[in-house]
């Protein structure tokens, strides 16, 4: 069946710091795949998605791009906030999988001022 | 466009009570819904898929008859937890789209239901 792993937080870093967090997915079809964000106390955000091999989801300055070859899908940001802390959700949707949403674990983002 | 609403946005209610949970697609239909829940500190668990005008599919180990869905036409679907516990306390999350309603593979996300059983 399809999943997503994603790497364990939390993560901790300074503000202006460089953030990677690593996605890798297992699926049988074509799936797209996205980075959903949820703040403290909130639902979930779409942050970005991306529908096809080599595509570049990109939004706030956040960007991830969807690798066939190593069924990755890596959120990177070349500058952190403070208010970029919050809890990140790799995950993956596909027509074989009727669409259901499967998400990773989450990782937990602080960023310190 | 796109939109998913939830009510109630929080919930208190006694043990042994029943509490429902309504998802409505705001500006498109969708055949199809999905019910999550998700614990303190993790990761989205996939409940049921809700499909409209049938019985929902749930994924393994969830209770049907403990957590009720109703799919009663193409903009609402909801969730009853029959004789809430404790346990039951948690966030739910609907989510609806797809290719049905015009969105390819993507699925909208409803802001969620907090239910605290005491």
């Known amino acids: 069946g399809n999943s997503v792993t994603q790497m364990e937080g939390p993560v901790t870093l300074s503000e202006e710091a460089f953030l990677t967090i690593n996605c890798t997915y297992t699926a049988t079809g074509y799936p797209s795949l996205f980075w959903y964000v949820q703040y403290p106390g909130e639902g979930l955000q779409l942050l970005l998605k991306?529908?096809?091999?080599?595509d570049k989801g990109s939004n706030k300055g956040f960007e991830a791009t969807y690798r066939k070859e190593t069924t990755s899908f890596h959120l990177e940001k070349g500058s952190v906030q403070v208010s970029d802390s919050a809890v990140y959700f790799c995950?993956?949707?596909?027509?074989?999988?009727?669409?259901?949403?499967?998400f990773g674990a989450g990782t937990r983002l602080f960023v310190k001022a | 466009g796109a939109v998913v609403s939830q009510h109630p946005s929080r919930v208190i209610c006694k043990s042994g009570t029943s509490v429902k949970i309504e998802c409505r697609s705001l500006?498109?239909?969708?055949?199809?819904m999905f019910w999550y829940r998700q614990f303190p500190k993790k990761s989205l668990m996939l409940m049921a898929t809700s499909n409209e005008g049938s019985k929902a599919t749930y994924e393994q180990g969830v209770e049907k008859d403990k957590f009720l869905i109703n799919h009663a036409s193409l903009t609402l679907s909801t969730l009853t937890v029959t004789s809430a516990h404790p346990e039951d306390s948690s966030f739910y999350i609907c989510s609806a789209g797809g290719e049905g309603a015009g969105f390819y593979n993507e699925q909208f996300f409803g802001p969620g239901t907090r239910l605290t059983v005491l």
């Open positions: 995950a993956l949707s596909d027509r074989g999988g009727g669409f259901k949403t499967i």
């Open positions: 500006d498109f239909q969708a055949t199809t």
């Open positions: 991306a529908t096809k091999a080599d």
